[in-house]
Structures are given as C-alpha cells and as structure tokens.
C-alpha cells in the first residue's frame, strides 16, 4: 500500500508541470509577431561620388635667395606674416658694391674725358685734311682714336651699370605676394650668391590647390561623369573633408589634370583649386576630395545598419512583404554614400527594408512592419511632446 501511494505522488509531482504549461503554449500561441523597424525604399536618381587623398599644395612658391655675397644686416619683415610683392625683406651689407659704384662711375669719367680729346684731335685733322695739310694716315689714326674712346666709354657705362645692379641686390626684396615662413638666417649671418639654402619662402594659399591621385580605371569613369555632369547642371563642384573629419565650407573646382599615367603606380594627378579666405588650408595637409563620379538612374539608399552579408559574401536585406512575411534579398551594390548604400538591384520601389529587429527576423517569419520616423519628424514629437510638471508648482 504504501509503495503504490509513493507512486502516485511521484506521477503527480511529474504531471503537475505539463499541466501548468498548457495555458502558457496556448498563451504564446495568441501574441502578435514580433515588431521591427523598417524603411520603405523609393527609385531616385543618385549623383555617385568618388573619395580621394591628397596634399594640400600653395598656388604658388617662391623661395628667397641672395643673388650677392655679403654679411645681413637686418631682417624687415615678421615671420608667419604677409608680405606683398616689392617688399623689402633683408638688407646686405652694401659697402664694397659701393665702392664698386664709384669705381665704375670714375672709369666712365675717364672715357668720357678721352671721348671729348681724341674727338677734337680728329676734328681738327680733317678740318686740315681739307687743306692738304696733313697726310690721310694722320686723319685716319685720330679717327680710329675717336672710335675706341667711344667704346672704352660704353664699356665703362655697362661696368657702371652692372656694379649699380649689384648694389642694388643688396636690398633682397619680396618676388611674390603670400605668406612667409620663417627666417633661415640672422642679422649677422653671411650669405653667398650661389647657396642653397633659401633665406625663406613665400607661398600664396589663396587660392590655393588639392593635388589627389586616382588610378586609370577610375579616372575613365570620372571623366565620363565630368562630362555628364556639366552636360546636366554645367556646374561640377568637388567637396572636401579634413583630417579632423570635418567639412571645408567651400567648394572647389578641378583645374588640371597630369596627361599621363605613372607607369609605376598606375595613377594621374589630379588638381583642384579652392578660394581660402580664411587660410584654413596650409600646404602639407592630408586631405580627401569627395569628387563627381556620375549618376546612377533609379537606384535606392537603404541604411547601411540594414544590409548584412550571406555566407557567400553577397550583400543582403530582409524585405517585408505585404502579408509581413519576411522574405531575403541578394542586392547589387554600387558604392556607399554617407551612412547609406547605393543599390542597384535587388530590391524594388515600395519594399520595406528591416534596419531594426534583424535579430527577430529569418526568412518565412512573420513580423509586425513600423516604419522608421526620419530625424525631423521625431525633433517635431519631441517638441511637440508636454514638458513634465513642476512638482511644487503643482502643489
């Protein structure tokens, strides 16, 4: 007797939990699909671009260089600051080119005085030349005598003018209007003709140019979606970001392009011009070029947080369908553009895309579709939304 009453304990112990969880299956059997968020896709027109690095390079460059020897003497300018063309910029000591000056100026007084002598020795022979006075050979050596005064006073007046330039030189003077950097020398230091050294540079960053360089495979395309491009809006504009991440507020223009591909690298270069009011840009920066590359007809930016990949690699998306079955699509990438892809194929106008509760979907499940509010429908809510009461003020 009391093995059959164990028994019967035991099989009530075993069947009491079945039986509790008949109305939880019957239970879950009644809840709604799971809800997940989608995005319905749209056919667009989409201007494709094209990121590229590159070096921000001065519009132009001049490098300050003595063209005389000489000790510096003073340094007119501040380093860092802006000097424009005609500027004085050092001083050399001028004291021998002085001296050279006067040297010259003497000589060519001299040649004048021998100018002046031998030009009335020859006119005073011709004049006797006439009157059978004096022989041919006389007249003829007092006019040669002319002729080589009157070029030893043009050889003095070019040795004048090339000492008066050398002094001049001793004024080193800006070539170019822009920004200078440092000074490679001081007051005191001795500079020479043939150094290589520059004193300093110059450089104009406004405008100033974005050298990028894109392989030959691309440049085909780009230059295919330069030419639509202008056909369609006449106007091809070309973005940059910096190496903070942020935007460069203005807009640049491609100016040139090298004609040839680099044999080892396989890339062209590629110049852009940008205005730099600001002189935000400085040459050397690192830099990327957001570039016109095209326009893909009929193609459609899905969330890049709802396309995944298959075991092949492929890139995919749950589509939800009319009935809110849940259904996978292989999709044709082109590129991404900011926080979305550009799709090709794949998908059609009016589908529903999963971005949230991917987790929750699988092929042939059934889901409940919300569709995702955009970022200015949810800062209207939230504006829109009552702010909580003041509890005293209630009080």
Known sequence: ?????????????????????????????????????????????????????????????????????????????????????????????PASYDAAVAQAKAAVAQAEAQVKATSREADRLETLSQRNVVSE????????????????????????????????????????????????????????????????????????????????????????????????????EVKLTLADGTTFEQSGQLTAAEPVVDPLTGVVVLRITFANPDKLLLPGMYVQAEMPSGQAKGAFLIPQEGVSRNRRGQPTAMVVGPDGTVEQRVLTVQQDLGLDWVVTGGVESGDRIIVEGLQKASPGAKVTPEERQSADAEGAATDAAPAPADPDTAE
């Open 1 to 93: 007797m009391t093995y059959l009453l164990t028994h019967a304990r035991r099989a009530a112990l075993l069947i009491a939990p079945l039986l509790m969880s008949v109305p939880a299956l019957a239970q879950q059997g009644d809840m709604p699909p799971p809800a997940v968020t989608v995005v319905t896709v749209e056919a667009q027109d989409v201007d494709l671009t094209t990121t590229l690095p590159g070096r921000v390079v001065a519009s132009a460059e001049a490098e300050v260089r003595p063209q005389v020897a000489g000790i510096i003497t003073e340094r007119l300018f501040d380093e860092g600051g802006r000097v424009e063309e005609g500027d004085i910029l050092y001083k050399i000591d």
């Open 137 to 236: 050979q006389a007249l003829d050596t007092a006019v040669a005598d002319r002729d080589s005064a009157v070029a030893s006073l043009q050889a003095a007046q070019a040795q004048l003018q090339s000492a008066e330039i050398e002094q001049d030189r001793t004024v080193i003077r800006a070539r170019l209007s822009g920004e200078i950097g440092r000074s490679m020398v001081s007051p005191g230091a001795l500079v020479t003709a043939s150094q290589q050294a520059p004193l300093a540079t110059v450089r104009n960053i406004d405008p100033i140019y974005v050298d990028v360089t894109q392989s030959a495979a691309e440049i085909l395309d780009f230059r295919r979606g330069d030419r639509d491009a202008r056909a369609t809006t006449g106007v091809q």
